[in-house]
Antibody, heavy 119, light 108 residues
Framework: QVQLVQSGAEVKKPGASVKISCKAS????????LHWVRQAPGQGLEWMGW????????NYAQKFQGRVSLTRDMSISTVYMDLTRLRFDDTAVYYC????????????WGQGTLVTVSS | SSELTQDPTVSVALGQTVRITCQGD??????ASWYQQKPGQAPILVIY???NRPSGIPDRFSASGSGNTASLTITGAQAEDEADYYC???????????FGGGTKLTVL
């Protein structure tokens, strides 16, 4: 079955960077885009960006341009989300989610990774 | 426009029908998908374009759209449907994603 398994919780100081992984299994990794979505405590879902694992192409929400980077390692079917210059308001649960790249919907989600930014 | 607007809260009596709406200019060009999220859990897909349900989602969930508005309808709401619901689509450029602010559904 399709599974997206994310790395564990992180605690970071303001100004630091965080790198979260999302390991895919149960399907052809290169055939589906992976999107990243975050959710601050008590808040709604916020779309961050996507990566096409086949080509490596990416696209990011304007809000995160220059701070976020999505990469992939085809050999281990894993996508990484790197967020730099962390601020207190980056404290959130970060999710990866699968999309077929054509119809833009997320049929499988990772379990979420809590990133806490604290001094 | 790059916004999707949802009512923050909606309530429905047990067994009754409720509609949750999502408005935005990009919905004139792109279909919406709908997600249910319960506390402490990842969202799950309940409706994908065009009014399709993933396996395991009850047929009381359906969707429709007209103009700049997409709607999720629950016909015969159950206690387990109490959750936050989010719409999602592309922005007007077609290259970026956007979520509605979410609707907290209370089943009375």
């Amino acid at each position: 079955q399709v599974q997206l398994v994310q790395s564990g919780a992180e605690v970071k100081k303001p100004g630091a960077s965080v790198k979260i992984s999302c390991k895919a299994s149960g399907y052809i990794f290169s055939a589906y885009y992976l999107h990243w979505v975050r959710q601050a405590p008590g808040q709604g879902l916020e779309w961050m960006g996507w990566i096409n694992p086949h080509s490596g192409d990416t696209n990011y929400a304007q809000k995160f341009q220059g701070r976020v980077s999505l990469t992939r390692d085809m050999s281990i079917s894993t996508v990484y989300m790197d967020l730099t210059r962390l601020r207190f308001d980056d404290t959130a649960v970060y999710y990866c989610a699968r999309d077929d790249g054509n119809n833009w919907y997320y049929d499988s989600w990772g379990q979420g990774t809590l990133v806490t930014v604290s001094s | 426009s790059s916004e999707l607007t949802q009512d923050p809260t909606v309530s429905v009596a047990l067994g009754q029908t409720v509609r949750i709406t999502c408005q935005g200019d990009s919905l004139r060009m792109y279909f919406a998908s709908w997600y249910q999220q319960k506390p402490g859990q990842a969202p799950i897909l309940v409706i994908y374009p065009k009014n399709n349900r993933p396996s395991g989602i009850p047929d009381r969930f359906s969707a429709s759209g007209s103009g700049n508005t997409a709607s999720l309808t629950i016909t015969g709401a159950q206690a387990e449907d109490e959750a936050d619901y989010y719409c999602n689509s592309r922005d007007s450029s077609g290259n970026l994603g956007i979520f509605g602010g979410g609707t907290k559904l209370t089943v009375l």
